[in-house]
């Protein structure tokens, strides 16, 4: 049993003396005098993330000081803040000693290639191998470079020479991915059978999206410093994180349904999420699933360090985990944590109570100050009383006493509670103020004529336009904004080697920025805008579309000083379409679908944009249309892998002459010819490319779009955004899947390009159309999930070729014929897309919505009713599996290893369902499973294996008899269609059925 605190030290905390005193016994003993690290526990290792927090405790007991500066404590202020100072140093040396791994795993994000989680204390050097720990960490490294703003912008300053500036700036692009980057999070292992599988968390990227933001245009050198010493961070990657917090939150990881380490990004030091109900929400989760009496549990089936787990080995065994359920060690640090979030909320009761909370379960050493200990744990007599009632057994505590980390943030509590800092003081970058909702920006629209029958079109609509010709500054192409951020990287490779050659993204907000060069400015195009870029960009409907989002997504999301710039070239061909003119009278108005806008000249623009500076500029060249683009010496080839390419063989020089005599006929008839040649010999001659160039760019004119979209395909034409397509998709935590049965494949991860077009390609061999409809259909999508993800509800993976069967039924009557669905303009394929996800019908036809019509959409979009997962993993703790057509899913060991809420259940379950090839049928045993679920507990046995299929014919043949059918339509799988038309609801409902079907079968 713990001793309680003597009253001699409960009553001294009121005296800032006594917080010094408990840093001096717990940290500052402890810190190396030569290297400036502090260990984890006296004697031990360095790690990052500890040592870090512990130099929160130092830096807050300084500034504490600073407030009170006498002749008495001044000598304690100064080494304070030099003990600060050398710390942050020690760190940025020993992660300065592994720069050579910041360059590899800039260019390809290998774990292998990462910086250290710990390091010797006295040297600052690893202390195992690359391979012998779960080093990557990205919550880790992001903040110590959190940690670096904060306490710089306090006045402070870190940094001490350039080559530091560039170590930092590459630091940046290290931490830049943690959206798409899995890693093995807080606690080293990766997922939570440590198993060495990492994962995407919310509290690595929410810390990174916190540094990422802290650190953007600080100057590392105070006051004091130039241009030079400025950070440069991609503008657009802490939305990309945000838009992953706000993804997976409440949730902690793929599967850790609930993470208590997520506090550290709702709170202090992070305060990375900015909505107030999603915060709420979370608060909620931890201490309604993982609070217990002496802390927080760090998530459920948490096995570390019980009186069950094998000493011997990290890993679990298959179905281990659900033998520590009730009773997982529960962590003070946790309730620390909660502490200061009351502290920061103003909540003085609540954090007098975490206080009192928190000093129960400390220990005092002994000269009776206080020590906190690692974590509570359930001695081995008391388990199976513990797992009978939770909560009932006392607990030992156990680990590290003190638990450097803990022990910090005890310290920075107590100095806050006792009013001798102010939360402004350890957060001076105002990272609390992240939730107050910003007002909208005015995004301003600089319109330029490519000709002058452009420039008279706006003229006489009276909209503020300007010649290329006449612009005060350059129109460049969104290749050449890489180029620039590139250059912005590559002062970080001088002495860092972080190579800055990795292809960067062409985004949003990048492109509405105006860039200067000494005396020069340049302003971007929205990559959509290009004609060239790809076929669906030339539909008038679509780029209009792209604009709007555009500008819904700048006024949002825009971050910067100045305004945003959406730059706007008027070509002969966007002057032709109706749609235009009403498009730019909306614009007119100053406000469009709740954006507020502005139609501006070039010179105000100018003057009210955010300028980023540029170091160097890269090799331009001008194009006929005045924009520039990178010359031919800039541009490096992108190598593609022959895997990837389209298989034109050489044949005969005949095939080319006969082709060639077509010239002067139409479309439809040189189309007709080239696909015959196509269907003659299973492929397109090499000698007929540049034909085929020429018939792609004469059918785009003719708007003839299912030429277009066979002629790119045939071309390998390649959307220039599709990446980030699939990307804005991936990273609202859904799947992506290619192919169907034994063929499916399944992206979970952000694939590199190469990749992609590997994926594309192999799946579109049986319909070479695919190759473009694919990325098209991708592209849709992305815009969709960006403009309402709602849509999605219940789709966790997006089968790519069932929805484009989808697609082709709802155009043609046939999910195997595409030749209606290749007609249909971009736009309309859109708003076909659109109304499918929305529950919507297509206009092709006047057929009604009927239930069978909706069970084959929702199957086709795999899209599963609320509460499903929940009621399917009751029913299988009530059985030994379920058997679904020959496929049996065994409840072990599933619900051993994941709880109901968890994303890796949802992936299993997924990954069983999609096994049934028919959507429709799929959707049946989906209603079959629901209504199992809802009547277990009513169940009079639950067989050991629940076979649905037997449930769902003789719920079928009910149906049949009593409705006196006797010759039912043709059946799909045995199922007749009349009912697949039969709603699940009512007293004639399939559930009604299935309920009788279970009755029946003696359940």
């Known amino acids: ?141 992001s903040l110590f470079v959190l940690t670096l703003a904060q306490i710089t912008s306090s006045g402070l300053v870190i940094v001490q020479s350039l080559s530091e500036i560039d170590f930092i700036q590459s630091l940046v692009l290290y931490i830049h991915y943690a959206y798409r980057t899995p890693d093995f999070g807080v606690y080293e292992r990766g997922d939570k059978n440590n198993r060495g599988i990492r994962e995407l968390s919310a509290c690595s990227v929410g810390m990174a999206k916190s540094a990422l933001v802290a650190i953007r245009d600080l100057n590392l050198f105070g006051a004091q410093g130039g241009a030079r010493s400025v950070i440069c961070v991609p503008p657009d990657m802490s939305r990309q994180c945000n838009r992953v917090i706000q993804a997976i939150l409440p949730r902690g990881s793929k599967s850790k349904e609930f993470d208590s380490s997520v506090w550290s990004i709702i709170t202090y030091p992070a305060f990375a999420v900015e909505n107030e109900e999603l915060l709420n929400l979370t608060k909620e989760s931890l201490k309604k699933n993982l609070e217990g009496n002496y802390g927080y549990k760090r998530f459920l089936l948490d096995g570390y360090k019980t009186a069950l787990e094998d000493k011997f080995r990290l890993h679990y065994d298959l179905g281990e985990l659900r033998n520590f359920e009730g009773i997982e060690c529960e962590w003070p640090i946790y309730f620390i944590y909660e502490w200061i979030d009351e502290l920061f909320c103003k909540n003085s009761e609540k954090a007098l109570a975490m206080q009192a909370k928190v000093e129960k379960l400390m220990v005092p050493d002994e000269d009776g100050y206080p020590l906190v200990p690692e974590f509570y744990f359930v001695p081995s007599e008391r388990v199976e009383a513990e797992k009978l009632s939770n909560g009932s057994q006392v607990r030992l505590c156990g680990g590290k006493i003190p638990f450097v980390w803990a022990q910090s943030l005890y310290i920075v509590a107590g100095l806050l509670q006792h009013d001798f800092i102010s939360t402004s003081d350890i957060d001076p970058l105002n990272r609390r103020l992240s939730m107050i909702k910003k007002p909208a920006s005015i995004v301003q629209i600089v319109l330029l004529s490519d000709n002058k029958d452009c420039q008279s079109f706006a003229d006489e609509r009276n909209i503020p336009c300007t010649p290329v010709c006449n612009i005060d500054f350059k129109i460049i192409t969104p290749k050449v904004v890489v180029e620039m951020w590139k250059e912005l990287g590559l002062r970080s490779s001088r002495d860092t080697g972080a190579d800055s050659s990795n292809p960067q993204r062409v985004s949003s907000l990048r492109t509405s920025i105006v860039y200067q060069y000494k005396d020069q400015f340049f302003a971007s195009l929205p990559e959509y805008s290009l004609l060239a870029s790809f076929y669906n960009n030339l539909d008038n409907e679509i780029f209009i579309q792209k604009t709007i989002a555009r500008l819904s997504y700048l006024s949002s999301q825009w971050c910067f000083p100045g305004r945003p710039m959406l730059t706007i070239l008027l070509t002969p061909e966007r002057c032709a379409e109706e749609s235009t003119v009403r498009f730019l009278d909306t614009l007119k108005s100053g406000s469009f679908q709740g954006v507020q806008v502005k139609l501006c000249s070039t010179q105000t623009a100018l003057s009210t944009s955010f300028k980023q500076f540029l170091p160097s500029l890269p090799n331009l060249v001008k194009k006929d249309n005045g924009v520039y683009t990178l010359a031919a010496s800039t541009i490096k080839g992108r190598k593609i892998s022959t895997a990837v390419r389209m298989n034109f063989e050489v044949t005969s020089k005949n095939l080319k002459d006969e082709f060639i005599k077509l010239q002067g006929s139409s479309t439809e008839e040189k189309w007709n010819q080239l696909n015959m040649i196509f269907n003659e010999i299973g492929c397109i001659p090499d000698s007929l490319a540049e034909q085929i160039e020429d018939l792609y760019r004469r059918a785009l004119a003719d708007r003839c779009w299912h030429v277009v979209r066979h002629c790119s395909s045939l071309l390998f034409k390649v959307h220039p955004s599709i990446s980030e397509s699939v990307l804005h998709i991936l990273i609202t935590q859904r799947q ?112 009604q919505l009927t239930w069978e019509r909706i069970r084959y959409i929702d199957g086709s979009l795999n899209r599963l009713p609320k509460n499903f997962h929940h009621s399917l993993y009751s029913l299988l703790n009530a059985t030994s599996g379920i058997n679904l057509d020959g496929n049996v899913i065994r409840s072990f060991p599933l619900i051993n290893e994941m709880t109901a809420g968890e994303p890796q259940f949802a992936i299993s379950i997924s990954n069983w369902l999609d096994k049934i090839p028919q959507p429709q049928l799929r959707q049946l045993y989906v209603e079959t499973m629901m209504i199992l679920g809802s009547l277990q507990k009513m169940l009079k046995r639950v067989p050991d294996i629940i076979e649905l299929h037997a449930i769902l014919f003789q719920a079928h043949e009910t149906f049949l008899q009593e409705c006196s059918i006797f010759d039912p339509d043709a059946s799909l799988s045995g199922i007749s269609r009349e009912f697949y038309l039969t709603p699940p609801t009512g007293q004639f409902g399939t559930l009604s059925y299935l309920a009788k079907s279970i009755s029946q079968l003696h359940y």
Not at 96 to 105: H, L, R
Not at 741 to 768: A, V, W
Not at 784 to 810: H, T, Y
Request: charged share 25%.
């Open 736 to 847: 992506i899947s290619f192919g169907e049965g034994h063929s499916e494949e399944t992206i979970s991860q952000p694939p590199s390009h190469i990749e992609f077009l590997d994926f594309i390609t192999r799946h579109s061999k049986k319909c070479y159309v695919l190759f473009s409809v694919y990325q098209e259909v991708l592209n849709y999508l992305s815009q969709i999930i960006q403009k309402n993800v709602s849509l999605f509800k219940g789709i966790l993976r997006v089968r790519l070729d069932l929805l484009v069967k989808l697609i082709a039924k709802e155009t043609s009557g046939d999910e195997n014929d595409f030749d209606k669905m290749c007609s249909l303009r971009p736009i309309e394929l859109y708003q076909l897309i659109y109304r499918l996800l929305s529950g919507g019908v297509s206009t092709c036809d006047d057929e």
């Open 1 to 141: 049993m713990k001793k309680s605190l003597s009253s001699e030290f409960s009553t001294f905390q009121e005296d800032l003396l006594y917080w010094y005193a408990v840093a001096k016994r717990t940290i500052i003993e402890i810190q190396h005098p030569v290297t400036g690290l502090i260990p984890a526990h006296p004697g031990g290792d360095t790690w990052v993330r500890d040592c870090t927090y512990a130099i929160h405790s130092l830096w807050a007991l300084s500034l504490a000081f600073e407030k009170q500066l006498s002749e008495s404590n001044l000598s304690l202020h100064h080494e304070l803040k030099f003990r600060t100072l050398k710390g942050m140093r020690g760190l940025l040396q020993a992660l300065m000693n592994q720069k050579d791994k910041v360059m590899k795993f800039n260019a390809r994000q290998s774990h292998l290639d990462c910086l250290h989680a710990k390091y010797e204390t006295s040297t600052g050097r690893p202390v195992v191998g690359d391979g012998e720990w779960g080093h990557l960490q990205l919550d880790a490294t």
